[in-house]
């Protein structure tokens, strides 16, 4: 299935659970990835966790993050359709970075790259 398709049956449920999925699965299936999601995709995922965790998810405790990445797991199963088994593999792998550092994106500005 496409992810274009996939999304837009998604989205009559969960329209917030659709972003999360088309942007992560779309940042997954890009040819070269780049090493860390986008601002906009790790806010899609943000998004998706705040409506399904509440307000309790912006707290970044070892309890809240395993809530957090059970909840990513969500976005991983409704992308089965669209991504192959080395593809899921790699879209968890960055989700559970996202459950457990919300911020998690182009970590090279908190470094102040400088030339």
Known sequence: ???????????????LMANAVSKMAGYIMERTPSAYPSKEQTDAVNAYLHSVLGKDSDVMNE??????????????????QALDHEQLNRLQNV?????YDKDYFMPEQHQGWKR
């Open 63 to 80: 309890r809240n993050c395993e809530h957090r990445r059970i909840a990513t797991m969500q976005i991983t199963i409704n992308a089965i």
């Open 95 to 99: 989700l559970d970075h996202i459950a």
């Open 1 to 15: 299935m496409k992810l274009d398709e996939l999304t837009t049956i998604i989205a009559q449920r969960d329209p």
